[in-house]
């Protein structure tokens, strides 16, 4: 089994490349946007929806078959087309680039893996299953979201960071370990038998 180590990347102006068509590539294109990543697409017959998509945002749309040359230059790239042979040749060149790549249901293709995330505000929790079961990833993430906005943690984490802002640096530990001693999470996990 793939063991993963997980980090965030900071992909703040740096070029990202989606390849693929339709709805999950829009979906992974928009998260690289609000990460603030300078995003291009490639896409070989793009849809209306991916067409209107990139005149939105002003991205570029390269629209062919990807191929390993589209990650020159690439921080980071996802391809989000159910193709096993397409998968492989681009993550075989994606390792010769050194670029993280994800192929979405092709881990095997793949050297980095997306983790479902719950944010609110400051605040990031990612679930990671090992890209072997990414529907559950994405559900426990749902009930997090739930949960977190049920709290307020976004107003919470917010007053927490300008608290820290005033609190000199060598009393921060005290001060915010204090205040943050009461925060629990009450509840139980049900899953289905």
Do not use: I, T
């Given at each position: 089994m793939t063991r993963y180590f997980p980090l965030a990347l900071e992909v703040d102006g740096r070029p990202c490349v989606v390849l693929?068509?339709?709805?999950?590539?829009i979906r992974r294109a928009s998260a690289l946007l609000e990460a603030g990543a300078i995003v291009s697409l490639v896409a070989e017959n793009p849809s209306a929806e991916l067409r209107e998509f990139v005149a939105q945002h002003g991205l570029?749309?390269?629209?062919r078959r990807p191929r390993g040359s589209d990650?020159?230059?690439?921080?980071l790239a996802v391809f989000s087309e159910r193709d096993p042979a397409l998968a492989a040749e681009l993550g075989a060149a994606a390792?010769?680039?050194?670029?993280?790549?994800?192929?979405?249901?092709?881990?095997r293709?793949?050297?980095?893996?997306?983790?479902?995330?719950a944010r609110a505000g400051l605040v990031t929790v990612s679930v990671s299953t090992s890209g072997k079961a990414p529907a559950l990833g994405r559900r426990l993430s749902e009930e997090l979201r739930r949960?977190?906005?049920?709290?307020?943690l976004a107003a919470f984490a917010q007053?927490?960071?300008?608290?820290?802002?005033r609190t000199p640096s060598a009393e921060r530990?005290?001060?915010?370990?204090?205040?943050?001693?009461?925060?629990?999470?009450?509840?139980?996990l049900r899953l289905p038998e």
């Open positions: 693929g068509n339709g709805a999950e590539a570029a749309l390269a629209e990650l020159d230059g690439c921080w390792n010769e680039r050194r670029v993280w790549f994800c192929a979405v249901d092709e881990p293709a793949s050297n980095y893996a997306h983790m479902a995330q949960v977190f906005d049920a709290a307020g007053k927490l960071a300008e608290l820290r802002e530990g005290r001060v915010l370990g204090e205040a943050v001693a009461d925060v629990e999470l009450e509840g139980r």
